[in-house]
């Protein structure tokens, strides 16, 4: 079975300063980076999705901005893929699963920002896809949400999308688990 390390819109908006800033970012970056390390010790195949949001009310992502830049923990290296995409999920309209393909990869291990949309909808869309996902919920990150009037704290909001996608959808994991899984 090829295993492919998939991280997802690890970038500059979503840490301290940016346009986004999400709970947590520096831990889930730097679980992010042990993940990337394992993958690269091991040879194995390496996909960084990029957001630029290019819909004209956008407040972050924004083209051209330092915001879009991935975080300098887990920069790309020459022969990792790069995929720029303009939604919350990474293969709508993007070369992710052809890629795959390519590679043939049939099991993805994701991690990245924001749990709540862009992990979600892309977990959500690799299953779908039939692929078998490993889901990294320490190398993700969200933000505080409000729904009526109420604040749902970055940690419960974490804690109940994990919880959404465990079983159907992924396994969810620690990264300190990601060794013995590959």
């Known amino acids: 079975m090829n295993t492919a390390l998939v991280l997802v819109d690890l970038q500059m ?3 301290a300063g940016g346009r986004n800033e999400l709970v947590q970012a520096d ?4 679980r992010a980076q042990e993940a990337l390390s ?3 010790e091991k040879q194995l ?5 990029q957001c630029i949001l290019l819909e004209e009310n956008a407040e972050f992502f924004l083209p051209d901005t330092d915001g879009i830049r991935i975080h300098e923990r887990v920069q790309p290296q020459s022969g990792e893929k790069v995929i ?5 999920d990474s ?3 993007t070369e992710l699963q052809q890629h795959l393909e390519s590679i043939q990869a049939s099991r993805l291990v994701i991690g990245g920002m924001m ?5 979600d909808s892309t977990v959500r869309s690799a299953n779908r896809l039939g692929y078998e996902v490993v889901l990294l919920g320490d190398a993700c990150a969200t933000k505080d949400l409000v729904w009526k009037d109420t604040l749902i704290p970055a940690q419960t909001v974490q804690d109940t999308f994990m919880a959404s996608l465990q079983g159907t959808f992924a396994q969810v994991v620690d990264t300190g688990r990601l060794n013995d899984l590959i």
């Open 13 to 15: 908006d979503y840490f």
């Open 91 to 93: 293969f709508f309209r």
């Open 38 to 40: 394992l993958f690269r």
């Open 45 to 49: 195949p390496v996909v960084h999705i």
């Open 27 to 30: 831990s889930a970056v730097a």
């Open 115 to 119: 749990s709540h949309i862009c992990i």
């Open 84 to 88: 720029v995409k303009h939604t919350p």
